[in-house]
């Protein structure tokens, strides 16, 4: 068999490139995609994470406000709270000192037990709010930089600032108990105190033969206390002063008893009791003695008084023994008579002329007569008829 390709037959073969002439081949261009692709991520991220960052900022920032706002809130309503519990707490401590200082003279025993009551009350309120004042407020957190450290930090605020509004209403919910219980104390010690200033009149008058400094001081003492308004040392001290004062009128009246004991007792607090009688709104004080300016023996009779111009409105009167003695007689009525009139002068000294001694003891022998003691005892005898005048003038002192 003949190839009939080959060379034999005529044929030639062609190269596989013509002469001075190259094949060109088609080159295929690679697209460069892994490094854009990673530029982008960077990008992507960082717009997340910078988104992210912003919003935890912005939600920090919120979170912060919203609990300083809350914060201020319940702060401003503690100090408040606080005030009012201090401001209730030194009332209860003065009402405390008022009970215990109470030694049941002067005071109604149902005020006293009403005011016990409302102290114990009072003590429970103050108690249980100072246990809702001793909660802590937590302080702002400090701001983080991250923000997943944001994001926790905002959750932990927020959680804070519902804590605190809570606390905020239990401070709140205190305040009507504390305003009512200090209400409660303070209405109870003030009835307290009004029944024991009312009460001195009635104690002075069961104990009559007191000496005058004590009753002074009980009548002093019980009109500061009843100028009291509230609760407080001050009221502590009235009360106290109150309380001196009657047991002073209590000792000195012991005392004066104890110097008048014998068997001329009852005539004497006859003899003051009348004299008393006649000079009503005059607080008086008795003496007695054998010899009274001079004079008391063999008979006779002798009397003494002093007043003060300065502080009106009571006086000493000294009386010999046999004023008792002679009780009673129409004499020993007509001398003490006198001795009342110079006592009852200090209410009417602008009706006469008390310049000398004279005429303060023709005074008193008026005034004497012009209530109907015309004994000469009552100082006729020692001083002179006084004129009629004096008798008119001292008909208008009583």
């Given at each position: 068999?003949?190839?009939?390709?080959?060379?034999?037959?005529?044929f030639?073969?062609?190269?596989?490139?013509?002469?001075?002439?190259?094949?060109?081949?088609?080159?295929?261009?690679?697209?460069?995609?892994?490094?854009?692709?990673?530029?982008?991520?960077v990008?992507?991220?960082?717009?997340?994470?910078?988104?992210?960052?912003l919003?935890?900022?912005?939600?920090?920032?919120?979170?912060?406000?919203?609990?300083?706002?809350?914060?201020?809130?319940?702060?401003?309503?503690?100090?408040?709270?606080?005030?009012?519990?201090?401001?209730?707490d030194?009332?209860?401590?003065?009402?405390t000192?008022?009970?215990?200082?109470?030694?049941?003279?002067?005071?109604?025993?149902?005020?006293?037990?009403?005011?016990?009551?409302?102290?114990d009350?009072a003590?429970?309120?103050?108690?249980?709010?100072?246990?809702?004042?001793?909660?802590?407020?937590?302080?702002?957190?400090?701001?983080?930089?991250?923000?997943?450290?944001?994001?926790?930090?905002?959750?932990?605020?927020?959680?804070?600032r519902?804590?605190?509004?809570?606390?905020d209403?239990?401070?709140?919910?205190?305040?009507?108990l504390?305003?009512?219980?200090?209400?409660?104390?303070?209405?109870?010690?003030?009835?307290?105190?009004?029944?024991?200033?009312?009460?001195?009149?009635?104690?002075?008058?069961?104990?009559?033969?007191?000496?005058?400094?004590?009753?002074?001081?009980?009548?002093?003492?019980?009109?500061?206390?009843?100028?009291v308004?509230?609760?407080?040392?001050?009221?502590?001290?009235?009360?106290v002063?109150?309380?001196?004062?009657?047991?002073?009128?209590?000792s000195?009246?012991?005392?004066?008893?104890?110097?008048?004991?014998g068997?001329?007792?009852?005539?004497?607090?006859?003899?003051?009791?009348?004299?008393?009688?006649?000079?009503?709104?005059?607080?008086?004080?008795?003496d007695?003695s054998?010899?009274?300016?001079?004079?008391?023996?063999?008979?006779s009779?002798?009397?003494?008084?002093?007043?003060?111009?300065?502080?009106?409105g009571?006086?000493?009167?000294?009386?010999?023994?046999?004023?008792?003695?002679?009780?009673?007689?129409?004499?020993?009525?007509?001398?003490?008579?006198?001795?009342?009139?110079?006592?009852?002068?200090?209410?009417?000294?602008?009706?006469?002329?008390?310049?000398?001694?004279?005429?303060?003891?023709k005074?008193?022998?008026?005034?004497?007569?012009?209530?109907?003691?015309?004994?000469?005892?009552?100082?006729?005898?020692?001083?002179?008829?006084?004129?009629?005048?004096?008798?008119d003038?001292?008909?208008?002192?009583?």
């Amino acid at each position: 068999m003949v190839d009939p390709h080959s060379a034999a037959h005529g044929f030639h073969t062609l190269p596989m490139h013509f002469s001075g002439t190259a094949a060109v081949g088609r080159k295929t261009r690679r697209r460069r995609t892994g490094p854009i692709l990673s530029i982008v991520g960077v990008f992507a991220a960082g717009a997340v994470f910078g988104g992210l960052q912003l919003a935890g900022n912005l939600g920090f920032d919120d979170a912060a406000e919203q609990f300083e706002a809350q914060a201020d809130s319940t702060h401003a309503t503690l100090l408040d709270v606080r005030a009012s519990t201090t401001d209730l707490d030194a009332v209860t401590a003065s009402a405390t000192q008022i009970l215990e200082s109470d030694n049941g003279t002067l005071a109604p025993a149902a005020s006293k037990d009403v005011l016990s009551a409302a102290v114990d009350e009072a003590d429970e309120v103050v108690a249980d709010t100072e246990t809702v004042l001793d909660t802590e407020i937590p302080d702002r957190t400090e701001k983080p930089g991250w923000f997943w450290e944001l994001f926790a930090a905002s959750d932990r605020l927020s959680d804070d600032r519902a804590d605190l509004a809570d606390l905020d209403d239990d401070l709140a919910d205190r305040s009507p108990l504390i305003e009512t219980a200090g209400s409660s104390v303070s209405d109870a010690g003030i009835t307290l105190l009004s029944s024991a200033a009312s009460a001195a009149a009635p104690f002075e008058g069961a104990h009559i033969s007191a000496k005058n400094d004590a009753v002074i001081a009980l009548r002093e003492s019980a009109a500061d206390l009843a100028e009291v308004t509230s609760i407080d040392q001050d009221a502590v001290t009235s009360f106290v002063a109150l309380q001196d004062a009657a047991t002073q009128v209590v000792s000195s009246e012991q005392v004066e008893l104890a110097e008048k004991a014998g068997p001329l007792m009852q005539n004497r607090l006859a003899i003051e009791a009348f004299a008393r009688s006649l000079a009503p709104g005059v607080l008086l004080e008795f003496d007695w003695s054998p010899i009274v300016n001079g004079v008391g023996d063999n008979g006779s009779m002798g009397g003494l008084t002093t007043w003060w111009w300065s502080t009106p409105g009571h006086a000493v009167i000294e009386l010999s023994n046999s004023v008792a003695e002679q009780w009673p007689s129409i004499t020993s009525k007509s001398l003490v008579a006198h001795e009342v009139g110079h006592a009852i002068s200090v209410k009417c000294q602008d009706m006469y002329d008390s310049s000398t001694q004279d005429s303060i003891e023709k005074w008193a022998t008026a005034w004497a007569i012009s209530m109907g003691y015309t004994d000469d005892a009552n100082g006729v005898w020692a001083y002179g008829y006084p004129p009629q005048s004096y008798i008119d003038a001292a008909a208008g002192c009583r």
